[in-house]
């Protein structure tokens, strides 16, 4: 699977931004997704993961009630509604497939990366 994230920037506090990853190669419902994160000095972290239908999401308590994790299979994306972001989400944005699970070495597949700032 080759996943391509886009959709990061820099966005002032209480700001809202979108975040995408399409794939393409493997099929692409045969896996969970996941969206990582990792800032400047600290370990990679989990944000939020959909199983490979979207009946079922799990979040990171740090983001949850102001993120939201969703899929559309038929046009192999996933995405990640980001609301009331705050300075502490600034971080380079990874998304990943793989099991569904919250651990980073559980996913085999990464896209990239997008940059997302949040900043006054």
């Known amino acids: 699977v080759q996943l391509q994230a886009s959709g990061g920037g820099l966005v002032q506090p209480g700001g809202s931004l979108r975040l995408s990853c399409t794939a393409s190669?493997?099929?692409?419902?045969?896996?969970?997704m996941a969206w990582f994160r990792q800032a400047p000095g600290k370990e990679r972290e989990f944000v939020a993961a959909?199983?490979?239908?979207?009946?079922?999401?799990y979040y990171a308590d740090s983001v949850k009630g102001r993120f939201a994790i969703s899929r559309d299979n038929a046009e192999n994306t996933v995405h990640l509604q980001m609301n009331s972001l705050k300075p502490e989400d600034t971080a380079v944005y990874y998304c990943?497939?793989?099991?569904?699970?919250?651990?980073?070495?559980?996913?085999?597949?990464w896209g990239q990366g997008t940059q997302v700032t949040v900043s006054s």
């Open positions: 990943a497939a793989g099991r569904y699970k919250t651990v980073w070495s559980e996913y085999d597949y």
């Open positions: 190669g493997r099929t692409f419902s045969n896996y969970a």
């Open positions: 959909i199983n490979w239908s979207g009946s079922s999401t």
